[in-house]
């Protein structure tokens, strides 16, 4: 799914299995300042903050995003509590969700396309698109017409984007 939306747009690739990042301890109401884990959450958190066009892409696991991508937007937390400009700093982007699963997918990841329209209204984002596919072993999805077909259009439209504004240098993928 990923190649097929971003072949020939300048982007930013991050797998999120390539990197550690820890689950959030809340420490939002314990009146001590907040302990920094050393994990690899503020690289990539710095990397999200640059980006205009971000890219979630995830299986469906039990109804919901992977927990790799949960632990990375759950931690959003914690910078919403030691860096007062966050929310600003995150305004702004523009959003992609891609979906894949094989259990009824298109009908039982709309949880998941509702919980990413409430993460943008909270951030200032604007949700541009979303596709779920229907695939449960790697490459599947290639056989989903339907989703193909959607990915190409928004492949097209990304690459007038970088064409009319210049490189998305800054494009990342998550």
């Not at 009146?31 to 884990?37: I, L």
């Not at 910078?79 to 959003?95: N, Q």
């Not at 329209?117 to 604007?126: A, N, R, S, T, V």
Request: charged letters at 25%.
């Amino acid at each position: 799914m990923i190649q097929r939306l971003l072949t020939g747009v300048a982007h930013t690739g991050i797998d999120l299995a390539d990197y550690q990042i820890n689950e959030i301890v809340d420490q939002r109401h314990t009146g001590r300042k907040w302990q920094v884990d050393h994990d690899d959450y503020q690289s990539l958190v710095s990397k999200l903050v640059a980006a205009d066009l971000v890219v979630f892409a995830t299986p469906i696991y039990w109804y919901g995003v992977s927990g790799l991508l949960k632990n990375f937007i759950d931690r959003w937390s914690e910078s919403l509590a030691t860096d007062k400009d966050f929310k600003v700093k995150m305004m702004g982007k523009r959003i992609i969700i891609l979906l894949v699963g094989s259990d009824d997918p298109r009908v039982k990841g709309q949880p998941i396309i509702a919980e990413f329209h409430y993460i943008c209204d909270f951030l200032g984002w604007k949700f541009t698109a979303s596709v779920i596919a229907n695939g449960h072993r790697p490459l599947d999805v290639v056989e989903d017409g339907r989703a193909m077909a959607t990915l190409g259009r928004l492949n097209q439209r990304l690459q007038t984007i970088n064409q009319e504004m210049g490189e998305l240098d800054e494009s990342t993928l998550f």
